[in-house]
């Protein structure tokens, strides 16, 4: 089969957008591995489709596939990608557009200067969200991974996020203790794992370890989840600037019963077509 695509990124943070307007996607997961190979396909982190919304009240709709095959619920740097497409295909208005995901429907709105701006709702840290298997909420929580206790935080963004605080982010463990806490037994689907460092109340760098993806060069929900429980902790303001190793990403979050934002860029790197 051949399949047309653009490839994208969003701070490091890359996909393989496919058009499924007028035809669905019809790669099993397995084909989807094979496409996403860095070696053998394309190679992505995670890959979008376009598609109708169902919903009733959104213009379009996005799916989204890790690299592993696996769905996701949620991707906070394929969200302003989507919107990017979108715009250049003359598909979005301009202002504020409602766009419907796995999740639920999130806003964006195209800035003048090439940025997207998004929606991601309000952060969830009720554990049955997630879902986290502990018996009350709270801002911290010890887990087991692989026979060890890890302090973590814990939010949903539309996709399961757990919180490790660190004081240097090089020196983080992300490729052994990521693996380890997204697959933890208190964690029944799995989840997303940020490490943090505070750099001070308006900022903090962050790497993230993507159930299905691997370490990720940025993590739209992944810092969206981070701010927004470092602002529950009361470590930082509404306003952060989160350092990821493949750029910045703003958010502003004002607290609870209020939307969190995030601002970044999303940029097109090239239209191709893979042959399976």
């Known amino acids: 089969m051949a399949l047309a695509f653009t490839k994208m990124h969003g701070a ?4 393989v957008v496919v058009d499924c307007r007028s035809t669905p996607l019809g790669l099993d997961p397995a084909a989807i591995r094979r496409l996403g190979h860095r070696h ?5 982190d995670q890959l979008l489709t376009i598609e109708p919304a169902t919903d009733g009240e959104s213009a379009w709709a996005y799916g989204i596939w890790n690299n592993d ?11 302003r990608c989507v919107a990017a497409w979108l715009a250049r295909a003359g598909l979005l208005a301009a202002g504020a557009t409602r766009l419907q995901s796995p999740s639920g429907a999130v806003t964006v709105e195209l800035l003048d200067d090439r940025r997207v701006r998004v929606d991601m709702g ?8 997630l879902p986290l298997d502990v018996a009350v909420e709270a801002d911290r929580y010890t887990i087991d991974a692989v026979g060890q206790p890890v302090v973590v935080g814990a939010v949903s963004m539309g996709n399961p996020h757990a919180l490790i605080e660190v004081d240097d982010i090089a020196a983080a463990p ?17 989840c997303n794992v940020g490490f943090a460092e505070w750099r001070g109340r308006d900022a903090i760098a962050l790497r993230v370890y993507e159930r299905g993806a691997g370490e990720t060069l940025a993590c739209g929900s992944g810092a969206s989840a981070a701010v927004a429980i470092l602002h529950r902790r009361g470590r930082v303001d509404a306003d952060v600037r989160v350092s990821l190793p493949g750029g910045v990403l703003d958010i502003h979050w004002d607290g609870s019963g209020h939307p969190l934002w995030m601002t ?4 097109f790197v090239f239209e191709g077509t893979w042959h399976d």
Do not use: I, W, Y
């Open 12 to 15: 490091g943070n890359d996909f």
């Open 40 to 44: 053998f396909g394309v190679g992505f």
């Open 69 to 79: 095959g696996t769905t996701s619920g949620q991707c906070g740097n394929g969200v």
């Open 122 to 129: 309000e952060p969830r840290f009720d554990p049955m969200a």
């Open 174 to 190: 992300v490729g052994v203790l990521g693996p380890q806490v997204a697959h933890a037994a208190a964690f029944a689907h799995g």
């Open 264 to 267: 970044g860029p999303a940029a």
